[in-house]
T-cell receptor, first 114, second 110 residues
Framework: AQSVTQPDIHITVSEGASLELRCNYS??????LFWYVQSPGQGLQLLLK??????LVQGIKGFEAEFKRSQSSFNLRKPSVHWSDAAEYFC????????????FGSGTRLLVRP | EADIYQTPRYLVIGTGKKITLECSQT?????MYWYQQDPGMELHLIHY???????EKGDLSSESTVSRIRTEHFPLTLESARPSHTSQYLC?????????FGSGTRLTVV
């Protein structure tokens, strides 16, 4: 069965520093992968997605992610973090069947130091 | 601006009460989903629907029920609320994999 692991529960970075959030997936075929962000008290917003093609994917708000099949990873990066990036970040993999279900990781809480 | 609406945003209710969480979308999406989000942030799929009169249980067993009588409306009902139902409930809709989420309903059962 598909699964997603986000090994970091919390990450704290200083404003202006670079960021990398880790995501590992378990899936038999080429996965459809997603990163979502959730601000406090809000729903989830799609940052970016990977279906196929170029393994470096650009998203909104200056985020990017790189798909590495050999490492079963889809890590999220941002070169310079802003205080407004403090939020919960979720990696997800599609179920691969006709239900279009997404399987989410447990999330990483990003804290930004001034 | 949100195209998927959940009401109420917050609800505190006594044990044994019947409650319905509302979810409506204006995008004409055929697929809709309910996720339960526990305090540790993890999201669990509890119900989904492919379209009108189609509902399926998700990966996490839930005592709630859903209905899909209209494309735009996907309400979730708890016949008898219990403290273990305290959680955040997120509704989403999609055409394929482009999920749009509502802002959620935070339910507290006392």
């Amino acid at each position: 069965a598909q699964s997603v692991t986000q090994p970091d529960i919390h990450i704290t970075v200083s404003e202006g520093a670079s960021l990398e959030l880790r995501c590992n997936y378990s899936y038999g075929a080429t996965p459809y992968l997603f990163w979502y962000v959730q601000s406090p008290g809000q729903g989830l917003q799609l940052l970016l997605k990977y279906f196929s093609g170029d393994t470096l994917v650009q998203g909104i708000k200056g985020f990017e992610a790189e798909f590495k099949r050999s490492q079963s990873s889809f890590n999220l990066r941002k070169p310079s973090v802003h205080w407004s990036d403090a939020a919960e970040y979720f990696c997800a993999v599609a179920s691969g069947d006709s239900s279009y279900k997404l399987i989410f990781g447990s999330g990483t809480r990003l804290l930004v130091r001034p | 601006e949100a195209d998927i609406y959940q009401t109420p945003r917050y609800l505190v209710i006594g044990t044994g009460k019947k409650i319905t969480l509302e979810c409506s979308q204006t995008m004409g999406h055929d697929k809709m989903y309910w996720y339960q989000q526990d305090p540790g942030m993890e999201l669990h799929l509890i119900h989904y629907s492919y379209g009108v009169n189609s509902t399926e249980k998700g990966d996490l067993s839930s005592e709630s029920t859903v209905s899909r009588i209209r494309t735009e409306h996907f309400p979730l009902t708890l016949e008898s609320a219990r403290p273990s139902h305290t959680s955040q409930y997120l509704c989403a809709s999609s055409v394929s994999y482009g999920y749009t989420f509502g802002s959620g309903t935070r339910l507290t059962v006392v």
